[in-house]
């Protein structure tokens, strides 16, 4: 099933400004100021991949195979050693993101349970609207369930965005278990035949092992329902935030076994878009969607070429 119109270029770009600025705007002003490949350009190039939150690990492989491909190949212009720059991120990217590079939601069965987890204030509220309306618009029925019974606000935010995405319901209350609100939204899904369940959850703080334990119970709750749900679970995590997502990410996937894909909101709001390439490389969780403004068809599926070639793109 298709799902997510193809990113338009233009907007992509618009959204990866502040990315483009820091980290890619560096890397070709480094590459226009220098006369050759040296020590000191590969340092200076580190550096800059380092300030983007790549990660050591990450920079350090780049620059090896950098150095490396210049030593096999040479370059005779900036443009080529730009090229040659570019194409070793991109490798990281796909390397990393291959067997997910096609990446579409196979819906085999209903409902098609997806359990949407991540701490306070990372935008999972509005990544469930914008999924739900991508859904709906595809011709696909979907029921949300609103399990962050901790936060006053969390079901009245979710409503609106129903309403905007068009989309059906089942609301909680403070007073709710949150398990109990799951079991719900999946015995309805059940019930109506709908083809999409999406489960909100608290926004938790990642240290609190009670509220872990609270996620692991709606978990297997669902399960009493349908054996082997949900069918994904995203992690829902802020492209601002930096190591603190890395570690935000370890801890969920501890709690709840393998996160099957990441939503990196917030691209729009940063210059330290290097976040995608170490959550990759480090974590080998496959970076799903990412959000580049607040529109409700702002959340796009991830594909690392356009999002690479928006970075290095010419004004």
Known sequence: MKLFDKLGFNKLKDGLSKTKAGLFGKINNLISSRKKIDEEFLSELEEILLLSDMGVETAENIISNVKQKVKEEGYKSEEELKIIVKSEIEKVFTKTNSEFADFDFNISKKPYVIMIVGVNGV??????????YNFRKSGKSVLIGSADTFRAAANDQLEIWARRAEVDIIQSSND???ASVAYETVSVALRENKD?????TAGRLHNK????EELKKIKRVMQKVIPDTPDEIFLVIDATTGQNALNQAEEFSKALGKITGIILTKLDGTAKGGIILKINRELHIPVRFIGVG????DLQKFESQKFTEALFADE
């Open 209 to 212: 092992t009670h509220l872990m």
């Open 123 to 132: 935008g999972k509220t509005t990544s469930i609207g914008k999924l739900a």
């Open 294 to 297: 607040e529109q409700i068809d």
């Open 176 to 178: 709710k278990d949150p």
């Open 196 to 200: 999409i369940a999406i489960i909100d």
